[in-house]
C-alpha cells in the first residue's frame, strides 16, 4: 500500500459540532463528523455553514470575500442559501457570528450524481463582502485527523467505476465525515496556514463501517474553481 499523508478535516459543518464537547463512540454512526473531538478556538476560521432554503445543511469554505466553496449536491436543487461564519452553532448567534442571505450559486456544469457524485463542486456567491475580522470562534467545532488513502483503497470499499480520477479518499477507521458533512474542507495544515485539498463529497451509506470517505480532489477543479469565483492572485 502506497505511504499515506495525514490531514485534518474541518468539520464538514459548522453544524455538525453538537452542543458538548464529547465525541462520537466507535461504531456509531450519526449526523456529525464521526469520532470527532473539539476544535480549539479560531482552529479553522475558512469554515462556514451551508443551509439549502433554510432546511438542508452543508459546509462550505470561505475562499474570498465573496465566495464559498462547497458541493453541487448542496446547490443544485435549492434557490436560498443561508451562510453562516464565524460560529458553530445553527442557530445559536454569537457576537463572532456574520450570517447573511445568497441567491447566486454556480454548480460545475458536469457534476452528476452517477459515479458517486462526480464532478461535485460549487460556489455560493455572497451579495457582500464577508469580513475576515470575526475572531474566535467557540469551543465546539468537531474535527478529526485523516488518513488520505490510494484509490485504489477506495475501490476496494465501494467497488470498481465509482472511484474517479478527481476523487480523493480519505478516512480512518470509524472515523471521518457521515450525513449531512457534505461541502466540508479537507485541509491540509502548513506553515502559512490551511491548504484545502479536498471537498466532502460522499461517505458510505452507513458511518459505522470503516470505509475512506469520497472528496472532490481540490487540484482536480482549481482551474474551473478559480476561475468561476474569479480568485486572482492579488
Request: proline residues 4%; hydrophobic residues 40%.
Amino acid at each position: 500500500m502506497a505511504t499515506r499523508s495525514h490531514c485534518a478535516l474541518a468539520a464538514a459543518l459548522l453544524v455538525a459540532m453538537a452542543a458538548t464537547s464529547t465525541q462520537s463512540p466507535h461504531g456509531q454512526g450519526s449526523a456529525r463528523i464521526t469520532d470527532g473531538k473539539a476544535a480549539r478556538l479560531g482552529q479553522f476560521p475558512h469554515q462556514a455553514l451551508v443551509l439549502g432554503d433554510g432546511t438542508h445543511i452543508c459546509g462550505g469554505s470561505l475562499i474570498t470575500k465573496t465566495a464559498v466553496l462547497t458541493t453541487a449536491y448542496c446547490t443544485v436543487k435549492f434557490d436560498k442559501f443561508i451562510i453562516r461564519l464565524g460560529t458553530v452553532h445553527r442557530t445559536k448567534n454569537e457576537t463572532t457570528a456574520w450570517i447573511i442571505a445568497a441567491h447566486w450559486a454556480v454548480a460545475h456544469p458536469d457534476y452528476s450524481t452517477e459515479a458517486y457524485m462526480s464532478h461535485n463542486v460549487a460556489v455560493v456567491f455572497l451579495p457582500q463582502k464577508a469580513p475576515l475580522s470575526n475572531g474566535y470562534i467557540p469551543h465546539t467545532l468537531q474535527y478529526a485527523e485523516l488518513t488520505v488513502v490510494p484509490n485504489s483503497v477506495c475501490e476496494e470499499g465501494y467497488g470498481p467505476g465509482f472511484i474517479l480520477e478527481s476523487t480523493l479518499c480519505a478516512g480512518n477507521k470509524f472515523k471521518g465525515f457521515c450525513s449531512y458533512d457534505h461541502g466540508g474542507a479537507l485541509v491540509l495544515k502548513t506553515k502559512e496556514g490551511y491548504k484545502q485539498i479536498g471537498i466532502a463529497s460522499f461517505v458510505n451509506d452507513k458511518c459505522d463501517v470503516p470505509i475512506p470517505g469520497g472528496f472532490s480532489r481540490v487540484t482536480y477543479f482549481l482551474d474551473w474553481i478559480t476561475k468561476t469565483a474569479e480568485i486572482t492572485d492579488d
